[in-house]
């Protein structure tokens, strides 16, 4: 087993820093600060990241994806967000019904380009999250239900799998994937379980490997996929939330962390971090929906 540094590339400036991905085609990193509602872009320069922007969506935001005609899709309070390669903001329909209390956590894109989201509760925790799946066309379907807190979200180098935290039931658990109908008769597997520190969010390299940020252990672990310890990345923050690769090679861990709760610390929380770890990731999927014109419209339009 290895043990790398990681090193802060930004500011320890994020209150809830989350959901980091890497923009190929605008050449930019892309991360969200939940309770800001802010979606943040930055470039690689040398070992920082260099701020050129953020949007501000007036809401929390849990998760951004990158959408296939070059625009953004969000995962909003209570239901998804789009932003147009133009840069203009549209807010969807919500998706949660009558449960209040709750809003959209983490999410990300699978191999056939819908989007897969999961809630949290913001009071007492409810034992009723839900994984949800979004299509293109608006159809929602649930993936998982009784869930504690249901955040990092991924799938294995060939699709055939997806990976999925509840934070805190501890565990990462596993399910069989593809384009079809999702079979709801196969239970989830649990791949690891009794983590050092709650699992938060996940990537999974090129080589099938596991790394999951360990949220109050200042640390992203990598495993493989049966569950055995491969590797430890250090991180001077407690409240580590998300790794994904970045960079033109993808050979580069970015990871988020937050300030979220600490009344007070002497590291680096609330930066994001780059470590070299000799690993490589996956392009991140794109969402097949139009972000010019989002389902939501175009339901809109039909219906008149």
């Known amino acids: 087993m290895t043990t790398f540094a990681s090193l802060p590339a930004t500011p320890a400036m994020f209150e809830l820093a989350e959901g980091v991905i890497f923009d190929a085609a605008a050449d930019v990193v892309r991360w969200v600060d939940i309770w800001k509602g802010e979606v943040l872009a930055g470039r690689l320069s040398g070992d920082r990241i260099e701020d050129i922007g953020a949007i501000r969506l007036g809401q929390t935001v849990g998760a951004v994806a990158l959408a296939s005609d070059g625009g953004l899709l969000l995962a909003a309070a209570r ?12 807010i969807g329909p919500d998706l949660l019904g009558d449960r209040r209390n709750v809003r959209l956590n983490d999410g990300a894109v699978d191999p056939h380009g819908r989007f897969v989201v999961g809630t949290l509760a913001l009071g007492d925790e409810t034992g009723t999250e839900v994984l949800l799946r979004i299509a293109p066309d608006g159809t929602v379907e649930t993936l998982r239900d009784g869930l504690r807190l249901s955040n990092g979200v991924a799938f294995s180098p060939d699709g055939a799998t997806i990976y999925h935290v509840d934070t ?28 050092p520190h709650h699992p938060d969010g996940l990537t999974v390299s090129a080589d099938g490997s596991l790394w999951i940020a360990q949220w109050g252990g200042g640390c992203v672990r990598r495993h493989a996929p049966t569950g055995e310890l491969l590797d430890i990345v250090t991180v001077d923050a407690s409240q580590v939330s998300c790794p994904a690769f970045v960079g033109a090679d993808l050979d580069i861990l970015a990871i988020t962390t937050a300030q979220e709760g600490l009344a007070s610390w002497s590291d680096q929380s609330g930066a994001v971090f780059l470590a070299d770890v000799e690993a490589a990731g996956l392009p991140a999927p794109a969402w097949l929906g139009d972000t010019t014109t989002p389902y939501w419209h175009q339901q809109k339009e039909a219906s008149r």
Not at 171 to 193: I, R
């Open 168 to 195: 805190l039931a501890n565990t990462v658990s596993e399910h069989s994937y593809g384009e079809g109908v999702f079979d709801h008769e196969e239970p989830w597997a649990v791949v690891l379980e009794d983590l």
């Open 79 to 90: 239901g998804l967000a789009t932003v147009s390669p133009t840069g203009d903001v549209s």
